[in-house]
């Protein structure tokens, strides 16, 4: 039945994509859909009009999971960084995405799944959450954090590893949705600072913490400045995709600095410190595998004016690594994390369940996170889910190394592509809730699976190569 389900949607798509038989078809459907929706405003049918909308989009989640997977994902990722009230709805369209390609690729005569280490960890992981059970108090903060913490990444990697997103290339993903993703944020940020009558106007009465309490309703101050440092990474990473040309130069370099703008303007000091480990990174690895000098003067001369803009900005920032001994946020940090030791000592094996865990004396109200990544799993999971988080962070940095010494041509590659980033991202995620979140854990995650997926390539070059000899 299944089979005949699927000869049947390809007969469909087929037909579709003929020019002479697929407008006639696409016109009457239009023509049917307006139709019925003229009829059901008029005579105020509002459950048939919603079983009308919800199929169409229905249609169309599986028309994009079939042949436009990576849209639907890109979709996703916008969807996180913008503000409307049903935020859990992104995770059922990637749920819903895996089920669909699941089903299409079970058709196939040699399916199977190619389980590897990182899926078993995953799946230990996952058997961890199951354990802690018994200590749920609150259903729904579960479900979030085993989202969050297993369920999302387990499933971004088997659909990127198992390759069923053939599109997703890290030519199409560097050099068109990084740098939408990064317009975007920062179009929403200024908007923010612009408008907003609870921000003071730039140049104005600074205050150290001033911007500090951005919100764009969606995330934070820190939370956005972490998700622009990764992306920005990630772009200064791909340099070399975009090309020699002065236009792809420019560009590329006007959307580093002012993407820079918003980060020095919160003056967020885990994500700064995070983006300058970055760049050192990038720098040290470019140097070595490459050779020669890295061209910074054009960055220098389209950063000058920023640093005469931003130049209290920059003295504020100064000041709060200089004080950060007793900055208010820094003791708070330090509380929490003396706390999650202490939790994770009462609960060494078997953790105190996701999400379960409250931190009510922080900030004045009760937050589940611990603002560091390798505790949220040891409060949450216990000891055990800490040392599998930390080889799975670590099992990618130990295997492009391997292939760095065999000397696989392409590894150097993926190296600068993705480690400066990545590095950045588990700086960032010691500080604040990054990775153990939904929305910036998706980012991290994909990527994570994307770099695993193109290291898997380079070792089979490596096995071809040696079984041709």
Avoid at 1 to 8: E, F, H
Avoid at 240 to 250: A, I, M, T
Avoid at 263 to 283: D, E, K, M
Avoid at 401 to 421: D, G, Q, R, V
Wanted: aromatic share 14%; with cysteine.
């Amino acid at each position: 039945m299944l089979q005949l389900i699927m000869k049947q949607s390809e007969i469909f798509r087929r037909r579709f994509r003929n020019q002479n038989s697929g407008i006639d078809l696409v016109s009457l459907l239009i023509l049917a859909l307006g139709l019925f929706s003229i009829y059901s405003l008029c005579f105020q049918q509002w459950l048939g009009l919603i079983i009308l909308y919800s199929s169409v989009f229905f249609l169309l989640f599986v028309y994009l999971s079939l042949d436009h997977p990576e849209i639907l994902i890109f979709i996703t990722l916008f969807l996180n960084i913008t503000y409307f009230p049903y935020k859990s709805a992104t995770f059922f369209i990637i749920l819903l995405l895996c089920i669909v390609l699941f089903l299409k690729h079970l058709q196939n005569v040699d399916f199977k799944f190619h389980p590897d280490i990182i899926t078993v960890l995953w799946l230990l992981m996952g058997v961890l959450v199951i354990f802690t059970l018994p200590k749920w108090n609150d259903l729904l903060n579960g479900l979030e954090g085993t989202i969050n913490l297993v369920v999302m990444p387990l499933l971004l990697y088997q659909i990127v590893k198992e390759g069923w997103i053939k599109q997703l290339t890290i030519s199409k993903i560097f050099r068109t949705y990084v740098p939408l993703l990064i317009i975007y944020l920062i179009v929403q940020v200024f908007i923010t600072v612009i408008f907003s009558k609870d921000l003071p106007k730039l140049g104005s009465d600074i205050n150290i913490m001033a911007y500090h309490s951005l919100n764009l309703k969606w995330g934070r101050s820190n939370y956005v400045t972490a998700i622009l440092v990764y992306l920005l990474l990630a772009v200064v990473s791909a340099k070399d995709l975009f090309g020699e040309n002065v236009f792809s130069s420019v560009f590329i370099n006007v959307i580093i600095i002012v993407g820079l703008f918003p980060v020095i303007l919160i003056l967020s000091r885990g994500s700064i410190l995070a983006f300058i480990c970055g760049l050192v990174i990038y720098w040290f690895l470019h140097k070595n595998f490459y050779g020669g000098k890295i061209k910074v003067g054009h960055w220098i001369i389209m950063g000058f004016p920023t640093v005469i803009i931003l130049f209290e900005y920059l003295y504020k920032l100064w000041q709060r690594f200089s004080q950060a001994k007793v900055d208010p946020s820094t003791l708070i940090r330090l509380y929490i994390w003396r706390e999650s030791f202490l939790k994770i000592k009462n609960n060494l094996v078997i953790g105190a369940g996701p999400g379960q865990n409250l931190f009510t004396d922080f900030n004045y109200m009760g937050v589940n996170d611990p603002h560091n990544m390798f505790l949220r799993y040891g409060v949450d999971l216990g000891v055990l889910s800490m040392i599998l988080i930390a080889i799975i962070l670590i099992l990618p940095l130990v295997k492009m190394y391997s292939l760095h010494k065999k000397k696989e041509k392409n590894i150097n590659n993926i190296i600068i592509l993705f480690t400066p980033s990545y590095i950045a991202a588990i700086i960032i995620s010691q500080l604040e809730v990054v990775i153990t979140s939904y929305l910036f854990g998706m980012l991290f995650w994909l990527f994570y699976a994307l770099m695993w997926q193109n290291i898997n390539l380079c070792q089979q070059n490596i096995t071809t190569n040696a079984s041709i000899k």
